[in-house]
């Protein structure tokens, strides 16, 4: 059974053309890596699955839903970690938990008791009380995945859910988010820039370039395909080796600001 | 419509605002400052000029000073916030837009009316007196009502611009001449033409002028056309902000 249906998606920002007439399907239970270089489409193609930004023009099924018609609906079936934090800062790990809780009218009872197991999952139980302020990094990822998983989504969308991060974290979340692929059932959809990471834990891999999908298979496949020994060399001599020259978006604008102001 | 998630995201912006002591008393600063220096600077002369006292002239204009700027700065929040912050995850959430608007936009409004209650309550010790304690009640009734206004002005500004670059253009040639083209720091008779209009059509001068009938007794445009403008401006800017802040994409 597919969970996800991408027909021939198209976004065009004024003659930019975003992403160009993509079709895709991701099984029940698969780990979907949805790879390409920076300006590829990823995020973009993300925005629109996710309700976030309307697709100028194809189709998408979510969950058996179409997002356009049924947003509500459509919501209550993913949950998703951003690129960018997005975790309130002055709250502590449990209220940014019963936030989510309420936004997604889970109830009480239900909510406290998942708010519990999924916090102690993450390993940020002992720190329910603490402001995210004092969070690390890892930690503020922890708990976005384990925010993500509270209304018991069926699909999770991860973009670049590692950025940043060192190899022991990395480790960790993956080791999580495997997890519960395998005991729930749930889909994974992610983006990375780490390619061992898709080749270690994808079941099947879309690459996409300039707004179009230029390769669809497994690792393997994908290796055989270029007659590569790692996916990050299949990648490679899917997408070129040249350096993707992309000008500064007023997100990366903001992006910069706060780091300088988080310094 | 979900009270629940109104009610959580208004309780998200007074946890954030208790929680940033430093913020509180930084943002007193100022109008700490304009009470000082305008009250007992311009004071012997406001005196001389057959107007009485200036403190209290100038406190309900100072009052109303700090509700429009932190009532804007937390409606302009929402820039940095739909990227970094809470409301991107909200954004996805299976509630809708306007559930999000009015929960912000009421938490924004409680603050800045808190920040305007503290800055009054500082007033007192500077000299201000109040007039009647009857009255006082539709102080912070109008406090409140100013504070929506400019929270709705805020989110409307928010939901057009992309980033932070343009905020300067907003502080400056928006933000700005509100607060002084409004009678906060000078009385409004016999004001040249251009002035006037420019004061008349600006919808803080009715909210100080409404805030000075309830806490000095004196109003310029009376209360009922203070009222009655007042509550025009937060419905249309509710409403504009609503609509913008509906078609934001993140």
């Known amino acids: 059974m597919n969970i996800i249906e991408v027909k021939n998606l198209t976004k065009r920002f004024g003659d930019f053309v975003a992403v160009d007439n993509i079709s895709f399907t991701v099984e029940k239970g698969e780990v979907f890596a949805f790879l390409g270089p920076n300006g590829a489409g990823k995020t973009t193609s993300i925005r629109m699955m996710t309700t976030l930004l309307a697709p100028s023009e194809g189709e998408i099924i979510l969950n058996g839903i179409n997002p356009q018609k049924d947003q509500a609906a459509a919501r209550k079936s993913f949950g998703i970690v951003f690129q960018d934090p997005s975790v309130g800062e002055e709250l502590t790990a449990y209220e940014n938990m019963e936030f989510h809780g309420v936004l997604y009218k889970v109830p009480k009872e239900v909510r406290r008791k998942r708010i519990e197991e999924l916090l102690k999952i993450v390993e940020l139980w002992d720190r329910k009380n603490h402001l995210v302020k004092t969070f690390s990094g890892g930690m ?66 879309v690459i996409i370039d300039r707004g179009k999908i230029v390769a669809t298979g497994t690792p393997s496949e994908l290796m055989k395909k270029t007659s590569a020994d790692s996916l990050e060399k299949a990648f490679l001599a899917l997408t070129g080796a040249t350096i993707r020259e992309e000008e500064a978006s007023p997100v990366d604008h903001l992006r910069m600001g706060r780091k300088m102001y988080h310094r | 419509m979900t009270l629940s998630v109104i009610y959580i995201l208004w309780l998200r912006q007074i946890k954030r605002y208790f929680r940033s002591k430093a913020r509180i008393v930084g943002s007193l600063g100022q109008p700490l400052l304009f009470l000082l220096a305008f009250g007992f600077g311009f004071g012997p002369i406001f005196q001389k000029a057959g107007q009485g006292n200036y403190i209290q002239f100038l406190t309900p204009g100072i009052i109303a000073m700090s509700i429009l700027f932190t009532a804007v700065f937390s409606g302009i929040e929402i820039i940095w916030d739909r990227q970094f912050g809470f409301l991107k995850e909200t954004l996805v959430a299976p509630v809708s837009r306007l559930e999000i608007m009015l929960g912000r936009t009421l938490g924004g409004a409680t603050v800045a009316t808190l920040q305007g209650v503290i800055v009054f309550v500082l007033s007192l010790f500077v000299g201000f007196h109040i007039y009647s304690l009857i009255a006082l009640p539709f102080a912070f009734i109008f406090m409140f009502f100013m504070a929506l206004l400019f929270t709705a002005l805020g989110t409307a500004i928010a939901s057009v611009l992309k980033d932070m670059q343009g905020f300067q253009l907003i502080m400056n040639f928006l933000i700005m001449p509100i607060f002084f083209l409004s009678g906060a720091l000078f009385p409004l008779d016999g004001l040249p033409k251009v002035i006037e209009v420019i004061v008349r059509c600006n919808p803080l001068s009715y909210g100080i002028d409404a805030l000075r009938a309830a806490l000095s007794g004196v109003a310029h445009f009376g209360l009922l056309n203070d009222s009655i403008f007042l509550f025009v401006g937060v419905v249309v800017l509710l409403f504009a902000g609503s609509f913008l802040f509906s078609k934001i994409e993140a």
């Open chain 1, 140 to 205: 503020r990822r922890r708990l976005e995945i384990a925010r993500g998983l509270l209304h018991h989504p069926k699909i999770l969308f991860l973009d670049e859910p590692t950025l940043g991060l060192d190899p022991q974290t990395r480790n960790h979340i993956w080791s999580y988010i495997m997890n519960l692929n395998n005991v729930e059932q749930i889909t994974i959809f992610f983006t990375t820039h780490y390619m061992g990471e898709a080749q270690d834990i994808a079941s099947k891999v």
